[in-house]
């Protein structure tokens, strides 16, 4: 790969003039970073690879979060069916309030009757379902949930034979309007963080920014460890201050948010000491 890139650099006439590359966070994206400062192909002067590798933070935004919103769980046992059955339920579980959120959408949009059922209960709009890919499909399951909340409470009394271990109680609901409070900014952050105007100075404060959230819902539940939320967090930030610390690390990041007029040094001498 180093090859290649080096054939690019020297095309377009632009081997000592390249300040930093930008590749996701996979490890073997360090090594032609290396290989070409090693090679010194930009030029005589020491060219530090670790100081210029900068990260996606939308693909690092999109790793807490999954850190978060499965944790542990191995998703490839999580199936992606609308049949719904006690084993593959009970898979869903494993990932707290909104496992069994998940199975209730499923069961009830798994049939045209159901679907008209739950309406007629007073749900005021269908449910959305999620999969075992993508994270934001549950941040919009979760949300049709909760503006769903009685329908879905009645709906579950109604079909108790299959639902009753997936009824949701007054901490899962609790815990279901905290996960939103950590996807909602989650969600919003990661396509303002990759399109044209994304700057260096949003990336530490959007991370600070998130982990205040994790930080938030561990303090609110530290009374209640064995709750799945306080858990879920805990995976989350473990893998937030993972690339946090890598991009603090960086002189470029530390600088953009220094020499920004709104937060100056202040910003680390003040704002992150409250994290």
């Known amino acids: 790969m180093a090859g290649v890139i080096h054939e690019l650099l020297r095309e377009y006439g632009v081997e000592e003039r390249l300040g930093y590359f ?18 010194q192909v930009f030029g005589d002067h020491h060219y530090d690879a670790q100081e210029h590798r900068l990260r996606c933070v939308g693909l690092v935004i999109n790793l807490v979060v ?21 084993d593959t339920m009970a898979e869903w579980r494993k990932m707290g309030p909104w496992g069994k959120a998940h199975n209730i959408t499923i069961y009830i949009l798994a049939s ?49 034979d299959l639902l009753e271990e997936n009824r949701l109680s007054v901490d899962d609901w609790e815990q279901l309007a905290d996960a939103v409070s950590i996807l909602q900014p989650s969600h919003s952050a990661t396509p303002h963080m990759e399109d044209d105007f994304a700057e260096l100075h949003n990336i530490l404060v959007e991370l600070d920014f998130l982990r205040a959230t994790f930080i938030n819902v561990l303090q609110k539940y530290q ?22 610390e890598l991009y603090k690390a960086l002189t470029v990041c530390v600088a953009a948010v220094v020499l920004h007029p709104a937060y100056k040094w202040e910003y680390f001498e003040v704002a992150v000491d409250n994290l």
């Open 22 to 39: 930008m590749g996701d966070n996979a490890s073997n994206n360090d090594t032609p970073v290396r290989a070409l400062a090693d090679e």
């Open 66 to 86: 999954k850190a978060f919103w499965f944790g542990e769980v191995d998703r490839t046992l999580l199936q992606d069916t609308v049949i719904v059955t006690h």
């Open 112 to 160: 045209p009757q159901r679907r008209q059922e739950f309406l007629h209960m007073g749900g005021g709009t269908i449910l959305q379902r999620d999969n075992a890919i993508c994270w934001n499909t549950g941040y919009s399951m979760i949300r049709s949930m909760i503006r769903n909340r009685d329908a879905v409470d009645i709906f579950c009394l109604h079909h108790s």
């Open 223 to 244: 009374a209640n460890p064995h709750l799945h939320i306080r858990r879920a967090a805990a995976e989350g930030i473990v893998v937030l201050d993972k690339y946090r």
